[in-house]
């Protein structure tokens, strides 16, 4: 991975987070490039989750308001 990809990937794990700031990402990415993109994965998948559940949650509540 080059330098430049480390930084994207810590960048990308730095943001939005309350446990690492871009340093600790950078550190996290050399030194654990496996586990970061691992990190990278599972936060996509949850916000891909957070997602599907808001737009069934949109649903349920379309079909409670035709229900009454």
Do not use: W
């Not at 030194?31 to 996509?44: G, N, Q, S, T, V």
């Amino acid at each position: 991975m080059t330098e430049r990809e480390q930084r994207d990937l810590a960048r990308r794990i730095a943001d939005g987070s309350n446990v690492f700031d871009f340093e600790k990402a950078l550190e996290l990415v050399q030194l654990m490039p496996d586990e970061a993109e691992k990190l990278i994965r599972r936060r996509e998948e949850g916000a891909k989750n957070r997602e599907r559940l808001k737009r069934a949650c949109e649903r349920l509540h379309q079909a409670a308001l035709e229900f009454r």
